[in-house]
């Protein structure tokens, strides 16, 4: 019964949100400010019993692991924000989250976005094994992966060269910048392409979930 | 005729997306059953799943929450089922709040086909941890420190499967199954190449231009994307679910859309023509 009546009120939800679409009114609003309030309560429970409680309270106070007063202080310094003549002893626990995350991020990033698409582009033009696939199973596919390594390059020199600022984008200069220029259009068309994907599933999700689970029509 | 595209380029957009909802909505109800054939990408994936000994453990973490479960969730269920079918060890964990009821749902749903799986011995979720890139750090040097207890409750030590996993090293394959941030990004950035992981990816669609690149340059070793992605792997897997039925819905929404967005093109022009006439 308990199910029924979730199912039930999840799809009145569904269609309370949906109902935007035909124009403003007031059960969007109450499924909007329900979502945020919920949302909200759910993280606020969920970081207590999954985090604070296992991670500081139980190792803290049950345990003896008394090192972790230290975390436990920095945390606790940031809510003096709330105290505007104490405020500035929040600015510790940001330096501590700020440097430790610069220093994590700036080896990461360096390292995976950086160093190792560098390195991945650096391919031979002509690809002698696409050659020999193409030869063996001759397809339009097979085709088009001939090229795509020379792609890679050119696209990555253009579209270089379109940031390159240093000399003037005209005459030659400028038909590489403008190719650069539509390699990267081509990429943001793609982009958005694959963000049309994504928005057209979640409304297939919420159709199956109204015709399938609460009407039992699919 | 001008008329026409006058009405079209003035079109109430309510009636837009009445257009998609019944493009999607039809082929729900009468499904045509779109032939499907898989990627490259979501063939490496498949082929990275059955490249590792029976018996391996595996880490999946799945960053998603309800909102993009159209596209994650098929593949949730879809990699479970492959991996319990190699008889495989999952551990489950996720950087999403609301992501530990996702993998709850799907293991639940895997088990009813393949009833002997036990909890603890065969799979286990570890729930949901803040601190997103502390956290992928943290794994790679104790997965305990991370996670003291799983989603139930149940200390890390009492969990048979656990005593077999201590960081990262303990997975065969970290398979990374997300929406954004924190998620398979992350993975890359601050655990595969530090802690040499096996990493594939399950991502939505809005994800691919990104993640393409780690694909190519091999940090991923397999990818699947959005619910084509999903919808090739089941066909693979010879489990078609979810997102079978869902790849034709797309595809007629898409054809739609092009149709649409042709159609309003060439009514900016014909009546942009006819202005300039005028």
């Known amino acids: 019964m308990s199910e029924l009546i979730g199912l039930w009120i999840a799809a009145l939800l569904t269609v309370f949100i949906l109902s935007f679409l035909y124009k403003d009114n007031p059960f969007y609003k109450f499924a909007e400010h329900l979502f945020v309030g919920v949302a909200a309560g759910y993280v606020l429970a969920l970081s207590w019993h999954n985090t604070i409680k296992p991670n500081l309270v139980e190792p803290l106070f049950y345990q003896g692991e008394w090192i972790l007063i230290v975390p436990m202080a920095f945390g606790l310094l940031l809510f003096t924000r709330f ?12 330096a501590a989250i700020v440097g430790i995350y610069s220093g994590l991020a700036v080896v990461a990033i360096a390292e995976a976005d950086f160093v190792t698409q560098i390195r991945a582009t650096l391919i031979p033009i002509w690809d002698q094994t696409k050659w020999t696939q193409f030869s063996n199973q001759p397809s339009i596919v097979h085709f088009i992966h001939l090229f795509t390594n020379f792609i890679t390059i050119f696209g990555l020199l253009t579209i270089l060269f379109y940031f390159f600022f240093s000399v003037e984008h005209s005459g030659t200069w400028g038909l590489i910048a403008k190719i650069g220029t539509g390699l990267l259009m081509v990429g943001f068309g793609a982009g958005y392409g694959y963000t ?7 409304l297939i999700d919420r159709v199956v979930f109204l015709l399938g689970d609460v009407i039992g029509l699919l | 005729m001008s008329s026409v595209w006058t009405k079209i380029n003035h079109l109430d957009k309510r009636w837009i997306y009445l257009f998609v ?49 159209a ?20 551990v489950m964990l996720s950087l999403f709040p609301a992501g530990p009821p996702m993998s709850e749902r799907a293991v ?23 601190g997103r890139e502390a956290v992928l750090v943290e794994m790679g040097r104790s997965i305990r420190s991370a996670f003291p207890k799983d989603y139930r409750g149940i200390p890390y030590d009492s ?11 303990s ?16 993975y890359v950035q601050y655990a595969q190449g530090r802690f040499n992981l096996k990493l594939l990816a399950g991502a939505a669609a809005v994800s691919v231009p990104e993640y393409s690149a780690y694909y190519n340059s091999g940090q991923l070793s ?33 054809m739609v859309i092009i149709l649409l967005i042709v159609l309003g093109n060439v009514a900016w022009f014909v009546t942009k023509g006819k202005k300039n006439h005028e």
Request: aromatic share 8%.
């Open chain 1, 83 to 94: 105290i505007p003549k104490m405020s500035w002893l929040s600015r510790w626990s940001l």
């Open chain 1, 196 to 202: 049309v994907m994504t928005r057209i599933a979640l």
């Open chain 2, 21 to 69: 909802l019944l493009a999607v909505a039809l082929p729900l109800i009468l499904p045509i059953n779109l032939p499907l054939s898989p990627s490259g990408p979501v063939m490496s994936f498949y082929k990275a799943i059955e490249s590792i000994p029976k018996g391996s453990i595996v880490l999946i973490s799945n960053d998603y929450d309800p909102g993009s479960k």
């Open chain 2, 71 to 90: 596209e994650l969730y098929p593949m949730t269920e879809a990699v479970l089922y492959h991996l319990f079918k190699r008889n495989c060890r999952v």
């Open chain 2, 108 to 130: 639940a749903r895997v088990t009813e086909d393949l009833p002997n799986l036990q909890y603890g011995t065969d799979f286990v979720n570890l729930g949901y941890k803040d």
């Open chain 2, 159 to 169: 969990i048979a499967l656990l005593k077999e996993v201590e960081n990262y090293s």
């Open chain 2, 171 to 186: 997975f065969a394959l970290v398979i990374s199954i997300s929406v954004g941030y924190p998620g398979t990004k992350e």
């Open chain 2, 222 to 254: 397999g990818m699947l994307t959005g619910i084509s992605g999903a919808a090739e792997y089941e066909e693979l897997i010879g489990r078609r679910a979810l997102a079978a039925k869902a790849i034709d819905a797309q595809a007629i929404g898409h």
